[in-house]
């Protein structure tokens, strides 16, 4: 099943209209991951924004799963260090356009994505369990959508 989805690689500017526009994350996760659930999509319909973690991700020393986002915002973890970017996608499976959603991220978040498109999540999540996190999910992300543009 393709999702639309709106992908931004990972910068200090991004991580800081993150903590500008939804503050601190609703869940961290020990693989690196931060998400978001806001009704910011069409129709407040519930978006997921998802920022993904670098391959082969390790916490930093002497900082908690939970407070890894603000480390970041505040400037004394590298962005880069920690995730390779952001994903937005609706968050249960509501029916949109890719246009619908990338309207819609950038009037909330107010940064143009990178790309835009349709992925097949499944597939991405197989190949990142079967390396135990050791492939970049937004580069897998940002390779779907290159090869949906060229069909």
Excluded: C
């Excluded at 998400?35 to 129709?43: A, D, F, H, Q, R």
């Excluded at 498109?117 to 970049?136: C, L, P």
């Amino acid at each position: 099943m393709k999702t639309p989805t709106t992908v931004w690689r990972i910068s200090p500017e991004l991580i800081a209209a993150l903590d500008e526009k939804f503050g601190d994350p609703v869940d961290a996760y020990v693989n690196g991951s931060q998400t978001w659930l806001i009704e910011n999509g069409p129709n407040e319909t519930t978006l997921e924004w998802r920022l993904h973690p670098v391959s082969a991700y390790e916490r930093p020393k002497g900082i908690d799963t939970y407070a890894v986002f603000r480390s970041a915002a505040d400037g004394r973890t590298e962005p880069a260090t920690l995730w390779d970017g952001l994903e937005a996608f609706p968050a249960y499976d509501d029916e949109m356009t890719v246009e619908q959603l990338r309207a819609s991220v950038v009037e909330a978040l107010g940064l143009e994505p990178d790309a835009s498109g349709e992925v097949e999540h499944d597939a991405i999540g197989d190949e990142w369990e079967s390396t135990s996190g050791r492939i970049s999910i937004v580069d897998r992300l940002f390779d779907q959508l290159r090869s949906n543009t060229r069909e």
